[in-house]
């Protein structure tokens, strides 16, 4: 995970799939009263970040047609870094809470680990069906203790998409299956993929728009990170995380990247201006590509297979012990996360599903991208979310990892600072954030 998170960015991108349509990005501002409705209906509020997708792609009034006896009512905060401490505070007084609440993948595993207590075991709610979720994906939200307390609703696999005009130009090529043959299974034959481009790179290009980003694809494909199966912060000492960040480096040290830094202005003129040939695109980011690098770009990018599978980012939905309706909003976070409506949300929003019974339905099974060549990107994203290993989330994952890619790597990208001296810099970064 990165400082700006997948669904922190459901506020600025577009990430609806363009051959399923898109969807407008508002946030939603209508409050609950935790009441029965009128009529007596029983009111369930729902308690999310920015425009999380539920609301705009229709799955509210759906649900709202089946059952007369519910109405929905959401509230939307803008931004995850407000929404989550505030969240932290109603659990922890027991009130101010929606009757279901949104929780952010890079929290989950502090949800889970510190306020299990606090959360019905959705794991034994009505209509949960648990083998309709991808393993890993369950595994995020179940304590040591097996309670489930949060159900799966988008993931991040990722890909990576290309340039196929600088990969001609460059004498690579530019077919998706071929290009995933050039790095399959290894990340150091995408450095290799890498050299080749540089060879013969058109002026003005690289390789790779970051080093961060590679960092950040190589960490989030291993099944070991920055934590141990006992909890204890590892990411010193892991095998996994060293050779992510020395491979990263190794791109730096090769003048393989554009040396930018992610979402920021100067990478999204990065992709206006065709000045870098890759980048590691988790499903959400096929959005965000087609918006910053416009109509020009249309055709010119594609999407081939990572040389591992890998995820970044994704949400769960969980539900206070203290709200007022708790079966009743176990049963609607059930349904909003059964397969038929997460493909409905991917047709809609272009959100991938973490239901892998969804990858069957036709919405995802024959999805395509236009603006990417019409590449098959249900079937992409589908293989590489099944790939993904079950890995160990830990409470300061995204502070770890913002540190190491925002702070240690960046200094080596950007200010050719060495390998060493930025996991130092990183080191004492973290250090000092996790003692606080």
Not at 141 to 162: E, F, H, N, W
Request: glycine share 12%.
């Amino acid at each position: 995970m990165r400082s700006v998170t997948r669904v922190s960015l459901r506020v600025v991108v577009l990430p609806a799939v363009a051959a399923l349509g898109a969807g407008v990005l508002a946030g939603c501002g209508e409050d609950g009263d935790g009441a029965s409705g009128s009529g007596g209906r029983t009111t369930l509020t729902v308690g999310v970040f920015g425009a999380f997708g539920l609301k705009e792609a229709g799955l509210y009034e759906q649900y709202m047609r089946l059952h007369k006896d519910i109405v929905i009512k959401q509230t939307s905060i803008e931004r995850n870094e407000n929404y989550y401490p505030q969240l932290l505070t109603h659990l922890g007084s027991g009130s101010g809470l929606a009757d279901i609440q949104a929780v952010e993948v890079g929290n989950i595993a502090e949800i889970t680990a510190t306020q299990s207590d606090k959360l019905v075991d959705l794991g034994r709610a009505d209509g949960v069906r648990r083998d309709s979720f991808l393993p890993w994906k369950w595994s995020q939200a179940t304590s040591r203790d097996g309670k489930t307390t949060g159900l799966g609703t988008d993931i991040g696999p990722q890909a990576v998409c290309y340039r196929k005009d600088l990969f001609a130009k460059a004498g690579l090529p530019t077919g998706r299956e071929a290009v995933g043959r050039l790095w399959a299974g290894d990340w150091r034959k995408y450095l290799a993929a890498g050299r080749r481009y540089q060879a013969k790179a058109p002026a003005g290009t690289a390789f790779v728009d970051s080093a961060s980003g590679v960092l950040s694809a190589m960490s989030g494909s291993g099944a070991s990170r920055f934590y141990d199966k006992d909890g204890k912060v590892v990411y010193k000492t892991s095998p996994a995380v060293r050779r992510s960040w020395d491979t990263a480096a190794r791109f730096a040290g090769a003048g393989l990247t554009a040396r930018l830094q992610q979402f920021t202005p100067a990478w999204d003129q990065g992709y206006a201006n065709a000045t870098f040939a890759t980048v590691s695109c988790p499903a959400w980011m096929l959005g965000y590509i087609q918006d910053k690098a416009g109509a020009a770009g249309r055709g010119k990018w594609d999407v081939a297979a990572a040389p591992r599978p890998g995820n970044w980012g994704g949400s769960f939905l969980v539900v206070p012990e203290a709200g007022r309706h708790k079966k009743e909003a176990a049963r609607l976070a059930a349904w909003l996360t059964a397969p038929e409506q997460q493909a409905a949300l991917f047709a809609k929003r272009g959100s991938f599903p973490s239901s892998r019974a969804a990858y069957a339905l036709p919405a995802v099974s024959g999805a395509t991208h236009p603006y990417f060549g019409d590449a098959p990107i249900g079937a992409i994203f589908s293989r590489a979310a099944e790939g993904v290993p079950v890995q160990i989330v830990g409470p300061k994952d995204l502070i770890i990892a913002q540190n190491l890619a925002d702070v240690g790597m960046l200094q080596v990208d950007q200010n050719g600072t060495s390998s060493k001296d930025g996991w130092n810099a990183a080191v004492k970064a973290i250090d000092n954030a996790l003692d606080h």
